[in-house]
Structure formats: structure tokens, C-alpha cells
T-cell receptor
């Protein structure tokens, strides 16, 4: 079974602070993808980043960066120099990779972390 | 390119009624997945349709059913509504069952 845990329920920061969102996952699959999605008050899930299980190289994309550590099953997400527009609920998600057409590749989500960036 | 659209935006039903939610997938996408998101929770996978066939199902009772049409749009039907069915229902489409999912804005269902 797969499980994603986001221990931080809510985080509040002041604009321009850096903030890291934690994510720990459980899976028996050897091949999988990890995602971060943003959900603003409008409700639509916005894709942010994706990482596959074979690639532990950490990268920076603009103000976003992530730290994938397979040894600890963690996939943390950092926003640098936060802005008020970053206020949203952030979800970490796991998706197994199936080798057969019959298997659906469902996303397994954590419960989300609500980030509030104050001016 | 048109994104994923869902209708209606909001819906209020009473317990025991039936409801149909609709999703139009992004152009060229043949896979649609449905998720239920209760208040304060992460989305939960209901089922997925790939080329008009069900391609996987989450832990939801049979009163949750779906359809995918030849144009790859999809419907989610829920019979015998219960209070706990109140949630945001999200639809996501992808180029195939293995590709990145693009989400629609959701339908907010309230069951009284």
C-alpha cells in the first residue's frame, strides 16, 4: 500500500522568508513518481514539480527547489523568498509506475499543508 | 488549447438523491481520473477511465459509477447520496494513463 504523510498542517511565514514543506512517503514499488501540487482557494490543483524514483538529483526551478532522499523516503519542497501569492494548500503525491496497460496509475495524496504568507 | 472543464461548479442535493457530475478532458487526452476531496483532506482516487474502459478503482462503493464517452469526456454518477459524500470532486485528464494529470476546477457537492 502507498501512503503520503505531510506532518505540517499549517505554516505561516512573513513575505520573503524561505519555507520548506515536508513530505514522507511509503511504497513497496521500486518505480514511482513524486509530485507537488498547489491548490489555491479556487480549488484547482496546479502541478508544480515531478520527480521519478530513479533520479535523486535535486534541482532548483525559479523560487522552487526540492530535496528528494530515497534513503529516508522524503521529498521536501522549498519556496525561496516567499510571496503573498504563494499562499495556498500544498499537496505532496505519489504515483506508482505500472508496466501493464491494465493498471491505473492513481495519485496518492497527503493531507496537505496550508501555507499562509503574510505581507 | 482548452483545459479540463467540469460542470456544474456547485451542487446541492439531499440525502438519498442521485447526482451526475461532468468532465470535459483536455484536447487529445484519452484518460480521465476522478478524485473526491473532503474538507481539509487530500484528494482520494475514485476511479480512472482509459479509452472508455474503467482502468482502476479506489476504495469507493459501487454506488459511485462512471462513464467515458467516445470524445473522452466523462461522467461521475453517485446514487443514494449520503451526507459524507459532501466534497469537492476533481476530474483530471492525461494523454494516457501513464502521463501527467491535469486537473479541472472541481465540482463542490453539498449533501443536506
Amino acid at each position: 500500500a502507498q501512503k503520503v504523510t505531510q506532518a505540517q498542517t499549517e505554516i505561516s511565514v512573513v513575505e520573503k522568508e524561505d519555507v520548506t514543506l515536508d513530505c514522507v512517503y511509503e511504497t513497496r514499488d521500486t518505480t514511482y513518481y513524486l509530485f507537488w501540487y498547489k491548490q489555491p482557494p479556487s480549488g484547482e490543483l496546479v502541478f508544480l514539480i515531478r520527480r521519478n524514483s530513479f533520479d535523486e538529483q535535486n534541482e532548483i526551478s525559479g523560487r522552487y527547489s526540492w530535496n528528494f532522499q530515497k534513503s529516508t523516503s522524503s521529498f521536501n519542497f522549498t519556496i525561496t523568498a516567499s510571496q503573498v501569492v504563494d499562499s495556498a494548500v500544498y499537496f505532496c503525491a505519489l504515483r506508482p509506475v505500472t508496466l501493464t496497460q491494465g493498471g491505473s496509475e492513481k495519485l496518492v495524496f497527503g493531507k496537505g499543508t496550508k501555507l499562509t504568507v503574510n505581507p | 488549447e482548452t483545459g479540463v472543464t467540469q460542470s456544474p461548479t456547485h451542487l446541492i442535493k439531499t440525502r438519498g438523491q442521485q447526482v451526475t457530475l461532468r468532465c470535459s478532458s483536455q484536447s487529445g487526452h484519452n484518460t480521465v481520473s476522478w478524485y473526491q476531496q473532503a474538507l481539509g483532506q487530500g484528494p482520494q482516487f475514485i476511479f480512472q477511465y482509459y479509452r472508455e474502459e474503467e482502468n482502476g478503482r479506489g476504495n469507493f462503493p459501487p454506488r459511485f459509477s462512471g462513464l467515458q464517452f467516445p470524445n473522452y469526456s466523462s461522467e461521475l454518477n453517485v446514487n443514494a447520496l449520503e451526507l459524507d459524500d459532501s466534497a469537492l470532486y476533481l476530474c483530471a485528464s492525461s494523454l494516457s494513463f501513464r502521463r501527467k494529470q491535469f486537473f479541472g476546477p472541481g465540482t463542490r457537492l453539498t449533501v443536506l
